[in-house]
């Protein structure tokens, strides 16, 4: 939803829908992001569980970096105004990798 927010923000555009994917191909290298789908607090909840150690990046709370605004700021207000956004981005962005695959279709 972050991602979404911020490249839409930026003027991104229709390409901005598609977020952040969790595989894609870079110079003929593939990279995966696993653990895109859970959140940072099932996350953390799941290390406590196993007894493992983490550390939380202190820049993830800086407000210097835009990102970090949203997510303290603008997050919120959307989550009182519209219950359930980040699934309903996600979904968009779900849909645009789709169709990105099919550039005749768009």
Known sequence: A???LLALSRGAGVPGLAGMAARFER??????????GLTAQSLR???LAEGQ??????????????????RAELSPAWQSCFPGYREALARSA???????RW????
């Open 2 to 4: 972050e991602t979404v």
């Open 27 to 36: 110079d003929e290298m593939v990279f995966g992001r696993p653990l895109l």
């Open 45 to 47: 909840d799941w290390l």
């Open 53 to 70: 150690a983490f550390v939380d990046d202190p820049t993830n709370s800086d407000p210097r970096y835009t990102r970090n605004r949203i």
């Open 94 to 100: 779900r849909h645009r990798r789709f169709w990105k």
């Open 103 to 106: 550039p005749d279709r768009i």
